[in-house]
């Protein structure tokens, strides 16, 4: 628990940074979304090394494994971030259901398996290292989607970003994902973790998970498609 408390008033922290300092001269419209912003790039990429860190230290990792010390501060390291950022959401943006019903799903999938069942944390954390792959690139494509009508470079990055980052969030979410969540569905179903992990929980891990890629493949396949028609859009212009 010291962990928790260390880890949220580090991410309280940094949010405060943003909000008050980094971004005090943007709009009240989207400065809370850029402080957002700014403690998911305190959380994504360090997640993302500290998730493989962790599974690849345990010599007897496994989907059915039982949780070491590196794995459980990293799952402290998410429940925080992802507490914050609930808290962010609840304050600022409280009609937005989709995210704070994700934030809260997640923040059961991670807490039942650092605290409830203390096995299984390989799979959770392949599952946030794909997740988080592509936050780095996700964050600063927000906000220069968040600028790009009053400030030039934010449109020229915006510009220059979507592409690579649909793709690689395509792969990422619409194949890699789908895959290790079937190996996990396999593994569970055999009932191999019976015995360390109930079946209503791994049952619950798979329907949250498959519910998140589905609405990820969702949300960037409508980018696709409002790409496409901006191109589509800028080329009649052109012809015209």
């Not at 799903?105 to 398996?113: I, Q, R, S």
């Not at 927000?142 to 792969?171: M, N």
Request: proline content about 4%; aromatic content about 16%.
């Amino acid at each position: 628990m010291e962990n928790l408390f260390l880890f949220f008033s580090m991410f309280f922290t940094i949010y405060l940074i943003g909000y008050f300092i980094v971004f005090r001269h943007w709009s009240p419209k989207i400065r809370a979304e850029a402080a957002s912003c700014f403690i998911s790039f305190a959380h994504g990429t360090p997640a993302v090394f500290l998730a493989t860190s962790a599974i690849l230290a345990d010599s007897n990792r496994g989907f059915a494994a039982p949780n070491t010390e590196p794995e459980n501060s990293v799952l402290d390291f998410s429940i925080s971030y992802f507490t914050m950022d609930l808290f962010h959401y609840l304050a600022f943006c409280p009609g937005d259901l989709l995210f704070i019903g994700h934030h809260l799903a997640t923040l059961f999938v991670f807490v039942t398996c650092r605290y409830l069942v203390s096995h299984g944390a390989c799979a959770i954390l392949a599952l946030l290292v794909l997740a988080e792959l592509t936050s780095a690139c996700q964050n600063a494509w927000t906000l220069a989607r968040a600028r790009r009508d009053d400030v030039v470079l934010a449109a020229k990055l915006y510009g220059l970003l979507s592409p690579p980052f649909y793709a690689l969030y395509s792969i990422v979410r619409g194949v890699l994902g789908p895959c290790l969540v079937y190996k996990m569905c396999v593994f569970y179903m055999s009932g191999e973790a019976s015995g360390v992990i109930p079946m209503w929980v791994w049952v619950s891990w798979i329907v949250v998970v498959v519910m998140a890629i589905s609405v990820s493949i969702l949300w960037i396949f409508n980018l696709w498609v409002e790409f496409f028609r901006e191109r589509m859009g800028k080329l009649e212009k052109k012809v015209t």
